[in-house]
């Protein structure tokens, strides 16, 4: 017998409404609340992390926790598994609330044969996702897990379908978060992908299909959790978190503050809030804020802060694809979901990450009733080899995909440069866009004057006397033609020229005028986006 077995309790025999079982009870509740026991939880709280139950308790209002499930154990004896049955089966799930609000909860326990999912935790998953989705409430996951367990063979993969099958049904219709706070290792990690938004915790947490080991075996790279898996690679490079925290109280707060603007499901409006700031607040320094030079640079989140309440702007994958700028704000207390071309990052083109990024939180903004404020300032696609050889057409056109299904209120400002299918893609007119502003400084063509007068002039320019200046005198020319809003606005692609310190308030009467708009699409079982 092993050090667990000793520590359980057996089934004790006793008349029912005794003192007895009474205590049995809370014999028995004492000796789950320890998880995988004692030491276990010393090593936990040495890596850095909290156990289960406590992130729980972290997350949530106080005493609101309905636990389900607390004393599910697994049956296997395969691989001698019967000396590791541990109430709960290494996941505590129930239901509590947050700021009032009910969620469902699951949190792995790593202290239990390392939050491995089994055949019975794995069913405890389920029942959780089962009562979020019958509840309408947002499902949060804490992943802190060696993934499938090894022991129970086939049961463990059958566990990680049954969730990935309601994570996909439930997709769209409740909020699905998940915070990665230790290993999410082999199956582990599709849940969390097949969510809405995911969190990380640096330095203890990271995501792999395959670990370091068994890259080494397969491909020969040596190669560390970190950097396999760690929040640098998923928050910066693979665009799998959303959010990565220094800490677990941060990450904790950060669900919060992501949940203040959420519906609980999508057949609700999402929450607004008594306004604090001025709805006709006049922003005067906007009108100067786009440099002189059309190349120059300038940071958009300057305008993002500027514009929304209180400056208060919830960014999401802020170290991915940071040519595009995504998150929630509100106007006037109502949430928005704000997409904008970053001019300090790569001139704000796009690319096969930023058409993916923003396309993702377009759908998710659609899916869940969050109307769409898009600031516009592209020069294009970005060109190059490597951009159409790994698929730019097919990834961007989830950009064009996502703005033309959206059917939430859409509205966007035209900043400065609005070029090419690039000004197509960002929520125009023709993509069912229901507001288009542009300020004075926008310039809207169908391509850039540097690639135009190539085209438009190459024998004029070769012939001239000095071609140099022949092609700087065509540019200009160009520029002066098209780089403006007005020919848009003529032709009421552009609903009005705005002076931009008046941004604000056109923004928020704009919402308003639109609350109520309901637009149907064809019947069909699904549209088909390319992937
Ligand atoms: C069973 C496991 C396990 C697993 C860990 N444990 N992973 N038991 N199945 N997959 C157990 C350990 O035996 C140990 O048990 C306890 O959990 C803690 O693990 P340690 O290794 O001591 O902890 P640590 O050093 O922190 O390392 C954590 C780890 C490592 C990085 C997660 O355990 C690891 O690499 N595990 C394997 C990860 C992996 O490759 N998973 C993929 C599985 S296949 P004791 O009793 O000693 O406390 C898969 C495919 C599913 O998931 C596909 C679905 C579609």
Redesign the pocket.
């Known amino acids: 017998m092993n050090e667990n077995n000793k520590k359980s309790i057996p089934f004790k025999r006793s008349h029912a409404g005794s003192t007895d079982t009474l205590n049995e009870l809370l014999e028995r509740r004492e000796e789950l609340l320890k998880g995988?026991g004692e030491a276990?939880i010393e090593i936990q709280h040495q890596?850095g992390k909290y156990t289960a139950r406590e992130r729980i308790k972290l997350l949530i209002d106080p005493n609101s926790f309905n636990e389900v499930g607390a004393f599910v154990k697994h049956d296997v004896h395969d691989f001698n598994m019967q000396t590791?049955r541990f109430p709960g089966d290494g996941v505590v799930t129930g239901s509590a609330t947050i700021n009032g609000r009910l969620v469902y909860i699951y949190s792995q326990d790593?202290t239990c044969?390392?939050?491995?999912?089994g055949y019975a935790h794995a069913q405890k998953i389920v029942r959780i996702m089962d009562l979020a989705l019958k509840s309408g409430a947002p499902l949060i996951g804490m992943s802190d897990?060696?993934?499938?367990?090894?022991?129970e063979g086939v049961s463990?993969?059958a566990g990680?379908?049954d969730v990935?099958y309601r994570n996909v049904n439930a997709s769209g219709v409740i909020p699905q978060i998940t915070a990665i706070l230790g290993?999410s290792?082999?199956?582990?990690v599709?849940s969390p992908a097949l969510n809405d938004f995911v969190f990380m915790t640096e330095n203890t947490s990271y995501a792999f299909v395959?670990?370091p080991?068994?890259v080494k075996t397969v491909t020969g790279e040596d190669v560390s959790?970190e950097e396999l898996g760690g929040t640098s690679v998923h928050g910066a490079k693979s665009g799998v978190a959303h959010f990565v925290n220094e800490s677990e109280e941060e990450t904790m707060e950060h669900i919060k503050k992501l949940l203040s603007y959420l519906p609980s499901n999508n057949l609700e409006d999402p929450p607004i809030l008594e306004p604090r700031d001025v709805p006709g607040r006049i922003i005067e320094d906007l009108d100067t804020i786009i440099p002189p030079d059309p190349k120059d640079p300038y940071d958009i989140m300057a305008i993002i802060l500027r514009i929304v309440d209180d400056r208060e702007f919830l960014e999401v994958q802020e170290n991915w694809a940071k040519n595009i700028v995504v998150g929630f704000a509100r106007l006037n207390g109502y949430p928005i979901g704000v997409v904008a071309n970053q001019p300090n990052v790569l001139a704000g083109a796009l690319n096969i990450d930023a058409s993916t990024k923003a396309a993702r939180f377009i759908r998710f903004c659609d899916a869940f009733n969050i109307p769409l404020v898009t600031l516009v300032d592209v020069p294009g696609f970005l060109p190059g080899v490597s951009q159409e050889h790994q698929g730019i057409i097919r990834h961007g056109a989830k950009l064009l995909f996502a703005y033309s299904e959206a059917t939430v209120p859409k509205l966007s400002v035209i900043t400065r440069k609005a070029v090419g299918g690039a000004y197509i893609c960002m929520s125009s007119k023709h993509l069912g866009g229901d507001i288009n502003f542009a300020w004075h400084s926008a310039e809207i063509a169908v391509m850039g004057p540097e690639g135009a007068t190539k085209i438009l002039y190459r024998r004029e320019i070769a012939k001239a006397d000095d071609p140099e200046r022949k092609e700087k005198e065509l540019q200009e020319e160009y520029r002066q033609f098209f780089a403006n809003p007005f020919i848009a606005a003529e032709k009421g692609y552009i609903d009005d020229v705005i002076q931009p310190s008046s941004t604000r308030v056109r923004l928020i009467n704009s919402l308003w005028s639109l609350l109520g708009k309901r637009e149907t699409r064809p019947k069909k079982k699904h549209g088909n986006i390319p992937l």
């Open positions: 995988g276990r890596k590791k790593f044969i390392g939050g491995t999912l897990s060696g993934g499938a367990r090894i022991q463990s993969l990680y379908g990935f290993p290792a082999g199956g582990g599709y395959t670990g080991e068994v959790f």
